[in-house]
């Protein structure tokens, strides 16, 4: 199973915001990284595949079918899409949040989902959680709840949207192994938006850099994030070096004179 993405184009609001985007086949089972500086079109592009928002595109095709064709839930069924801003909460438990969402396309009785989404909180350590109101939730949980939901009924794609901006750093590390695991599992392609060039280099397969509502780069991060493309893209003086444990880390030297101004241009 691949998706296959060539020539997507949107525009909002007569502003062009992503341009010619093409990518070479994103294969199910791996985890693929989406970077860029801020206002750089990640959101845009996860909204687009999930055709929350319109674009065009010479191809968009899911292992064959155009995606573009399906409606609204059976697209949503193939690529579920978890937003970065996570929606008003409602006053549901944790659990009962999750049960909606496996039952959310069936009538069958909400307690049937039971087993299943307790399953999913024990995989994402949140099993103590089960209970408790959404409302009484800090940020984190709220976000781990999300990604939760998002991880019922595996689709065949999952878009996650900064999945790991508000957790503490065991959870951080604890979600980007678990997701790794998922999608090899399930034969899962997860697109996962990352701020942190650590978390590409140790979690993820491949790397999609977008600058400016078009491509910078493509390919596998260790590869990719080169000190040149951190100073052109990301305004830092960077280095990557192996650690003892033979682990690429990326160190910062400094962020580089005079770039900042220009990284958020309009097209
Ligand atoms: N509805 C809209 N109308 C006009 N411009 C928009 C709209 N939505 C987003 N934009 C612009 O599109 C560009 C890309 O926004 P997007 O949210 O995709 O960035 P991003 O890479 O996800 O950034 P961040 O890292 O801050 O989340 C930005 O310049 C933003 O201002
Ligand atoms: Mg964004």
Redesign the pocket.
Known sequence: MSLQIEALNCE??G?T?LHDISLPALQSGTVVALA??????????MRALAGIIPARSKRLCLNGTDLTRLGELDRADQLRYLP?DLPPLLDLTVLDALRVALNARKRAARTAAAPEALAILTELELSHLAERSLRTLSGGQRQLTGLAQALCRPPRVLLLD?PVSALDLHFQHHILRTLRTLSKRHSLLIIV?L?DLNHVLRYTDHVVV?HQ?GIAATGIPGKVLTPELLNAVFAVQARLETCSQGILHLIIDQPSPGLSSTR?QTL
């Open positions: 909002l609001n502003q915001i860029g500086p801020n206002g750089s079109g990640k959101s845009t592009l970065q900064e938006v701020h977008l509502g958020d």
